[in-house]
């Protein structure tokens, strides 16, 4: 039959305990360890709590100006950075619009090249016509003058008549 509590508190109250030195200086120990640890504790707490308030101006003053260095430094490394970056993007985009402003030129120059030599081509056609124009006008008079002469000189040996005047028809246009 089970025991009720009472009777195994009775039970365990009465049962002899053998004395173990083992387990009592393996407690003393732990306890030792836990004394100089918590008076470590107290005596550096009370320390750190004591001598505070002696340099905290100093201290923090220090530590702000550090602070600000290294943030001024990041700044300024962070904006020379950015300044480059800026830099080299605005190189690049003046190169390739200076390169798009070259092509465009070239293009404009050629296409100004091709309408100036069809302009002259044109021209040349032109004055060659007139040439021809003129060179026929010039051949016709020339037949004209030579038929005209020719008649002259028949005319004169058949009839032994004065010489006529030569009259030249200038038909050129300026």
């Given at each position: ?8 508190y ?61 943030v ?82 028949k005319a ?19």
């Amino acid at each position: 039959m089970p025991l009720s509590r009472k009777d195994k508190y009775k039970t365990r109250k009465n049962q002899k305990r053998v004395f173990n030195p083992r387990l009592n200086a393996t407690n003393i120990t732990i306890k030792r360890i836990l004394l100089f640890v918590g008076l470590s504790i107290a005596l550096f707490a009370s320390t750190s709590i004591a001598f505070a308030d002696t340099g905290l101006n100093q201290y923090l003053q220090k530590w702000y100006f550090e602070k600000l260095k290294s943030v001024e430094e990041n700044l300024t490394n962070s904006v020379m950075t950015e300044t480059e970056n800026q830099k080299a993007q605005l190189l690049r985009q003046v190169r390739e619009q200076t390169e798009n402003s070259i092509k465009e030129l070239h293009e404009y120059a050629l296409k100004q090249e091709m309408e100036i030599n069809q302009k002259v081509v044109e021209k040349m056609e032109e004055a060659s016509k007139v040439i021809e124009e003129e060179n026929q006008v010039d051949l016709q008079l020339s037949k004209d003058l030579i038929n005209q002469q020719a008649k002259d000189e028949k005319a004169i040996l058949e009839n032994n008549t004065p010489e006529p005047t030569i009259e030249v028809k200038d038909n050129k246009q300026p």
